[in-house]
Structures are given as structure tokens and as C-alpha cells.
């Protein structure tokens, strides 16, 4: 079961809505500077997958040291994904049996358990659209953007 009630917003949120407070600031917020290295485990697929993703999470402060183990399984996953998706495109969505039966390739079923952690642990990380939305980091500010200049010479 999923959390109650709307998802937290990021401190930075927050400061664009004017409703962040001092005394209720987060530990957890506090994020690295650097990309946090990936575990020695993980395959090949996945480690690539941790470097594309992880220094955009560094870049929009959504990801630390502690969650290591969490983006881990995210990318443990990708790779899982990725491995029984080449397989089904090899060997097709259907297999014969033994005795005939025409079933459900073993690699279908792999396919989307990973495909639904990939989304599940994707959403902690802000990595869909709508995660994005409600932490606020789904646009990248650009000061050099005609119409916000126009809107805000005509507010003050």
C-alpha cells in the first residue's frame, strides 16, 4: 500500500512556493557533491545505466550516499530488463514444451517484474514525468527566456 496523502515536496519546491521553514528542514536533503560510486556487483548494463542516471540525479539534488543500495536495485533491474528483453526478441513471446503446450516464454514474465520495479523504484528517484512534476524539477530554469522577462517587466 502506498503512502497517504499528497507526496512530500523537495526543499526546492519548497523555496519556489515560499513555504519552506528553517525549523523543519531535512537531513536527508543534504546531498554529495559527487556521484556516489556503484557497487563492485553490478553488471555491466547496469553500471552504465547508474552513471546516465545518477549524475542527473547529483545535478537535481534527488539522490545520496544512503541511497546507494535503492538506485542499485533500480539498475539491477534495468539490466534485467534489458537481458530478458534481448531474449524475447530472440526466442519470441512463446515457447513449446515438452509435450507441445505452447506457453508464455520464461523471459516474458522477467521482462515485466522488472519492468514494474524499474517503475516503482523510478518514481523514488524522479525518474518519470510525474514524479518529476510533483518534487518540481520537471523544467530546468533558463534565464535567457524572452517570455518570462516579458511577464515579469509587466508584474513589477
Known sequence: MGQRGPARKSTKAKKQ?????????????????????????????????????????????LIAEIDRTTFAAYCQAWEEFRQAYDVVQKEGYTTVTDKGNVIQHPAVGVLHRAQDTLLRLGRQFGLTPMARASIGTTEKEDDDDPLSELTAKRAG
Open 17 to 61: 512556493t515560499k513555504t519552506k521553514r528553517k525549523d523543519r528542514r531535512s537531513v536527508a536533503e543534504s546531498v554529495p557533491a559527487g556521484v556516489p560510486a556503484p557497487p563492485d556487483w553490478l553488471g555491466e548494463l547496469a553500471r552504465q545505466e547508474w552513471v546516465r542516471c545518477a549524475t542527473e540525479l547529483v545535478k537535481h539534488g
